[in-house]
């Protein structure tokens, strides 16, 4: 079964340091990876995606994030954090064009605090 | 960029009531989809429609009944629901096959 697994719940880092968020999958085939963040009371905004090509991929804020297919992650890397940035992140999974309806696999979410 | 509009932003109703959450997308995607999210919690998917048919109902209480009247717009109705469905409702749109989701704000229920 495909699942999406968030290691860690509550991450806090200071205002300037760098964050890695960790996201682990379990598909049988080359998924969709996808990264979300969404702040308090707000919906989720789309931070970045893989579909294939380039394994490191480039999104907005100044993050990015690695596929690697050996171990099955897909972690989120930012190398300045600001205080804005605190918020949940979320990490999901899709089945690509196989799928009709692009049903997604959420993780559990990575809580951001930022110390100023 | 995706642009996707759910109104109202807040709605209290009481058990009794019946409302209707309304989301709109202009931006020709094919599917859209309704989540509830709790505080600290994934979405958890309930509907998607494909091509403004029913695809996917997640097993959700008939207390909930959504409607796709077009390609644009989608609508949750509600009715005789229970204080455990006090949540934030998310809306999403989708293009064919690329999964790529893209969120509305949010209407925030809380139901007394």
């Known amino acids: 079964a495909q699942s999406v697994t968030q290691p860690d719940i509550h991450i806090t880092v200071s205002e300037g340091a760098s964050l890695e968020l960790r996201c682990n999958y379990s598909y049988g085939a080359t998924p969709y990876l996808f990264w979300y963040v969404q702040s308090p009371g707000q919906g989720l905004q789309l931070l970045l995606k893989?579909?294939?090509?380039?394994?490191l991929v480039q999104g907005i804020k100044g993050f990015e994030a690695e596929f690697k297919r050996s171990q099955s992650s897909f972690n989120l890397r930012k190398p300045s954090v600001h205080w804005s940035d605190a918020a949940e992140y979320f990490c999901a999974v899709g089945a690509g064009p196989s799928s009709n309806t692009g049903k997604l696999i959420f993780g559990q979410g990575t809580t951001l605090q930022v110390k100023p | 960029d995706t642009e996707v509009t759910q109104t109202p932003k807040h709605l209290v109703m009481g058990m009794t009531n019946k409302k209707s959450l309304k989301c709109e997308q202009h931006m020709g995607h094919r599917a859209m989809y309704w989540y509830k999210q709790k505080a600290k919690k994934p979405p958890e998917l309930m509907f998607v429609?494909?091509?403004?048919?029913?695809?996917i109902n997640e097993s959700v209480p008939s207390r909930f009944s959504p409607e796709c009247p077009n390609s644009s717009l989608l609508n949750l109705h509600l009715h005789a629901l229970q204080p455990e469905d006090s949540a934030l409702y998310l809306c999403?749109?989708?293009?064919?096959?690329?999964?790529?989701?893209?969120f509305g704000p949010g209407t925030r229920l809380t139901v007394l």
């Open positions: 893989y579909f294939s090509g380039d394994t």
């Open positions: 429609y494909s091509y403004e048919k029913l695809s």
């Open positions: 999403a749109a989708s293009g064919k096959g690329t999964d790529t989701q893209y």
